[in-house]
T-cell receptor, first 115, second 111 residues
Framework: EAGVTQFPSHSVIEKGQTVTLRCDPI?????LYWYRRVMGKEIKFLLH????????ESGMPNNRFLAERTGGTYSTLKVQPAELEDSGVYFC?????????????FGQGTRLTVV | GEDVEQSLFLSVREGDSSVINCTYT??????LYWYKQEPGAGLQLLTY?????DMKQDQRLTVLLNKKDKHLSLRIADTQTGDSAIYFC???????????FGTGTKLQVIP
Protein backbone atom coordinates (compact mmCIF):
# COMPACT_ATOMS: atom_id res chain seq x y z
CA GLU A 1 0.00 0.00 0.00
CA ALA A 2 1.35 3.43 -0.94
CA GLY A 3 2.15 5.76 1.91
CA VAL A 4 1.66 9.50 2.03
CA THR A 5 3.32 11.04 -0.99
CA GLN A 6 4.29 14.64 -1.49
CA PHE A 7 5.25 16.54 -4.61
CA PRO A 8 7.67 18.01 -5.36
CA SER A 9 10.38 16.78 -3.04
CA HIS A 10 12.30 20.02 -3.51
CA SER A 11 11.34 23.43 -4.83
CA VAL A 12 13.47 26.53 -5.24
CA ILE A 13 11.61 29.71 -6.13
CA GLU A 14 12.26 33.41 -6.08
CA LYS A 15 10.68 35.74 -3.57
CA GLY A 16 7.32 36.91 -4.88
CA GLN A 17 6.62 33.82 -6.93
CA THR A 18 3.90 31.29 -6.31
CA VAL A 19 4.42 27.68 -5.34
CA THR A 20 1.93 24.86 -4.94
CA LEU A 21 2.72 21.81 -2.87
CA ARG A 22 0.72 18.65 -3.24
CA CYS A 23 -0.03 15.84 -0.81
CA ASP A 24 -1.63 12.50 -1.62
CA PRO A 25 -2.75 10.86 1.61
CA ILE A 26 -3.12 7.15 2.16
CA UNK A 27 -6.23 5.96 0.39
CA UNK A 28 -9.24 6.01 2.66
CA UNK A 29 -7.74 8.38 5.21
CA UNK A 30 -10.23 11.15 5.88
CA UNK A 31 -7.83 13.15 8.04
CA LEU A 32 -5.08 15.14 6.40
CA TYR A 33 -2.65 17.47 8.13
CA TRP A 34 -0.03 19.96 7.04
CA TYR A 35 2.99 20.77 9.17
CA ARG A 36 6.07 22.90 8.58
CA ARG A 37 9.62 22.84 9.93
CA VAL A 38 11.46 26.10 9.46
CA MET A 39 15.27 26.25 9.64
CA GLY A 40 15.92 23.49 12.17
CA LYS A 41 13.22 24.64 14.52
CA GLU A 42 10.28 22.66 15.79
CA ILE A 43 7.74 21.14 13.44
CA LYS A 44 4.66 23.31 13.61
CA PHE A 45 1.08 22.42 12.84
CA LEU A 46 -0.52 24.33 10.00
CA LEU A 47 -3.95 22.84 9.49
CA HIS A 48 -6.17 19.78 9.58
CA UNK A 49 -8.73 18.58 7.05
CA UNK A 50 -11.47 16.09 7.67
CA UNK A 51 -12.39 15.02 4.19
CA UNK A 52 -12.76 18.29 2.28
CA UNK A 53 -13.52 20.44 5.32
CA UNK A 54 -10.98 22.48 7.26
CA UNK A 55 -11.28 21.27 10.83
CA UNK A 56 -8.55 23.41 12.32
CA GLU A 57 -6.49 26.01 10.49
CA SER A 58 -5.15 27.78 13.55
CA GLY A 59 -1.55 27.21 12.51
CA MET A 60 -1.70 28.90 9.12
CA PRO A 61 0.85 31.74 9.27
CA ASN A 62 -0.99 34.34 7.19
CA ASN A 63 -3.25 34.82 4.19
CA ARG A 64 -0.47 34.11 1.73
CA PHE A 65 -1.06 30.44 2.47
CA LEU A 66 -4.06 28.67 0.97
CA ALA A 67 -4.82 25.01 1.51
CA GLU A 68 -7.45 23.08 -0.36
CA ARG A 69 -8.70 19.55 -0.46
CA THR A 70 -11.37 19.48 -3.12
CA GLY A 71 -13.16 16.14 -3.22
CA GLY A 72 -11.57 15.05 0.00
CA THR A 73 -8.69 13.22 -1.63
CA TYR A 74 -5.39 14.96 -2.32
CA SER A 75 -4.58 18.37 -0.88
CA THR A 76 -2.66 21.36 -2.14
CA LEU A 77 -0.92 24.08 -0.21
CA LYS A 78 -0.29 27.23 -2.18
CA VAL A 79 2.01 30.03 -1.10
CA GLN A 80 1.41 33.29 -2.94
CA PRO A 81 3.50 35.39 -2.96
CA ALA A 82 6.33 33.49 -1.34
CA GLU A 83 8.61 35.25 1.13
CA LEU A 84 12.09 34.31 2.34
CA GLU A 85 10.78 33.21 5.74
CA ASP A 86 8.55 30.63 4.08
CA SER A 87 11.59 28.45 3.42
CA GLY A 88 11.45 25.15 5.24
CA VAL A 89 10.25 21.59 4.98
CA TYR A 90 6.52 21.10 4.60
CA PHE A 91 5.18 17.80 5.85
CA CYS A 92 1.84 16.25 5.13
CA UNK A 93 0.30 13.49 7.22
CA UNK A 94 -2.88 11.46 7.11
CA UNK A 95 -4.78 9.30 9.53
CA UNK A 96 -7.76 7.03 9.36
CA UNK A 97 -9.68 8.11 12.44
CA UNK A 98 -10.04 11.27 14.45
CA UNK A 99 -10.68 9.77 17.86
CA UNK A 100 -8.55 7.69 20.21
CA UNK A 101 -4.87 7.35 19.53
CA UNK A 102 -4.71 6.87 15.82
CA UNK A 103 -1.34 7.01 14.16
CA UNK A 104 -0.72 9.77 11.67
CA UNK A 105 1.48 8.69 8.77
CA PHE A 106 3.83 11.32 7.42
CA GLY A 107 5.13 11.94 3.95
CA GLN A 108 8.79 12.60 3.18
CA GLY A 109 8.20 16.34 3.06
CA THR A 110 8.72 19.05 0.47
CA ARG A 111 11.78 21.20 0.98
CA LEU A 112 10.93 24.73 -0.09
CA THR A 113 13.68 27.27 -0.59
CA VAL A 114 12.74 30.88 -1.32
CA VAL A 115 15.63 32.95 -2.63
CA GLY B 1 0.42 27.74 24.23
CA GLU B 2 1.94 24.30 24.27
CA ASP B 3 5.70 24.02 24.21
CA VAL B 4 7.95 21.00 23.75
CA GLU B 5 11.70 21.29 24.29
CA GLN B 6 14.59 19.00 23.45
CA SER B 7 18.34 19.27 23.30
CA LEU B 8 19.52 19.66 19.73
CA PHE B 9 22.33 17.15 19.54
CA LEU B 10 23.51 13.89 21.07
CA SER B 11 26.56 11.83 20.20
CA VAL B 12 27.10 8.26 21.41
CA ARG B 13 29.36 5.36 20.59
CA GLU B 14 28.00 2.31 18.86
CA GLY B 15 26.86 -0.25 21.41
CA ASP B 16 26.25 2.32 24.15
CA SER B 17 22.82 3.41 25.32
CA SER B 18 21.34 6.69 24.11
CA VAL B 19 18.98 8.75 26.20
CA ILE B 20 17.07 11.57 24.54
CA ASN B 21 15.19 13.89 26.85
CA CYS B 22 12.16 16.08 26.33
CA THR B 23 10.10 18.44 28.45
CA TYR B 24 6.65 19.73 27.69
CA THR B 25 4.37 22.32 29.21
CA UNK B 26 0.84 21.23 28.42
CA UNK B 27 -0.56 19.59 31.55
CA UNK B 28 -3.49 18.24 29.55
CA UNK B 29 -1.25 16.21 27.23
CA UNK B 30 -2.81 12.82 26.74
CA UNK B 31 -0.49 11.19 24.25
CA LEU B 32 3.26 11.56 23.99
CA TYR B 33 5.19 10.39 20.97
CA TRP B 34 8.65 9.79 19.67
CA TYR B 35 9.16 10.17 15.94
CA LYS B 36 12.29 9.37 13.98
CA GLN B 37 13.39 11.12 10.81
CA GLU B 38 16.17 9.57 8.79
CA PRO B 39 17.93 11.67 6.14
CA GLY B 40 15.68 12.29 3.15
CA ALA B 41 12.77 10.44 4.70
CA GLY B 42 9.51 11.40 6.36
CA LEU B 43 8.64 11.15 10.02
CA GLN B 44 8.26 7.64 11.35
CA LEU B 45 6.33 7.01 14.54
CA LEU B 46 8.66 5.03 16.79
CA THR B 47 6.55 4.67 19.89
CA TYR B 48 4.02 6.46 22.01
CA UNK B 49 2.87 6.45 25.60
CA UNK B 50 -0.38 7.40 27.24
CA UNK B 51 -0.16 10.01 29.97
CA UNK B 52 -1.40 7.55 32.59
CA UNK B 53 1.63 5.31 32.05
CA ASP B 54 5.10 5.65 33.56
CA MET B 55 7.05 3.42 31.26
CA LYS B 56 6.77 1.58 28.00
CA GLN B 57 9.29 -0.85 26.59
CA ASP B 58 9.49 -2.04 23.02
CA GLN B 59 12.54 -4.11 22.13
CA ARG B 60 15.53 -1.74 22.33
CA LEU B 61 13.36 1.27 23.09
CA THR B 62 12.28 2.36 26.56
CA VAL B 63 10.08 5.38 27.13
CA LEU B 64 9.91 6.93 30.57
CA LEU B 65 7.32 9.51 31.54
CA ASN B 66 7.41 11.70 34.63
CA LYS B 67 4.07 13.42 34.44
CA LYS B 68 4.68 15.51 37.55
CA ASP B 69 7.79 17.08 36.01
CA LYS B 70 6.40 16.89 32.45
CA HIS B 71 9.52 15.04 31.38
CA LEU B 72 9.70 12.35 28.72
CA SER B 73 12.74 10.33 27.73
CA LEU B 74 13.62 7.80 25.07
CA ARG B 75 16.32 5.27 25.79
CA ILE B 76 17.81 3.28 22.94
CA ALA B 77 19.77 0.27 24.14
CA ASP B 78 22.76 -1.01 22.18
CA THR B 79 22.70 1.95 19.82
CA GLN B 80 23.56 1.11 16.23
CA THR B 81 24.77 3.29 13.35
CA GLY B 82 21.34 2.81 11.77
CA ASP B 83 19.85 4.68 14.71
CA SER B 84 21.51 7.89 13.53
CA ALA B 85 18.62 10.24 12.80
CA ILE B 86 16.67 13.17 14.18
CA TYR B 87 14.30 12.21 16.99
CA PHE B 88 11.25 14.35 17.63
CA CYS B 89 9.32 14.39 20.85
CA UNK B 90 5.66 15.31 20.41
CA UNK B 91 2.50 15.60 22.43
CA UNK B 92 -1.21 15.71 21.78
CA UNK B 93 -4.08 16.60 24.04
CA UNK B 94 -7.07 14.31 24.03
CA UNK B 95 -9.83 15.38 21.72
CA UNK B 96 -7.51 17.39 19.52
CA UNK B 97 -5.70 16.18 16.45
CA UNK B 98 -3.01 18.84 16.46
CA UNK B 99 0.36 17.39 17.47
CA UNK B 100 2.94 19.71 19.00
CA PHE B 101 6.52 18.78 18.17
CA GLY B 102 9.83 19.64 19.73
CA THR B 103 12.81 20.93 17.77
CA GLY B 104 14.24 17.45 17.30
CA THR B 105 17.42 15.88 18.68
CA LYS B 106 20.02 14.84 16.16
CA LEU B 107 21.55 11.56 17.28
CA GLN B 108 24.99 10.78 15.93
CA VAL B 109 26.28 7.26 16.45
CA ILE B 110 30.04 6.92 16.27
CA PRO B 111 31.26 3.52 15.05
Amino acid sequence: EAGVTQFPSHSVIEKGQTVTLRCDPISGHDNLYWYRRVMGKEIKFLLHFVKESKQDESGMPNNRFLAERTGGTYSTLKVQPAELEDSGVYFCASSLLTGANTEAFFGQGTRLTVV
Amino acid sequence: GEDVEQSLFLSVREGDSSVINCTYTDSSSTYLYWYKQEPGAGLQLLTYIFSNMDMKQDQRLTVLLNKKDKHLSLRIADTQTGDSAIYFCAERSGGYQKVTFGTGTKLQVIP
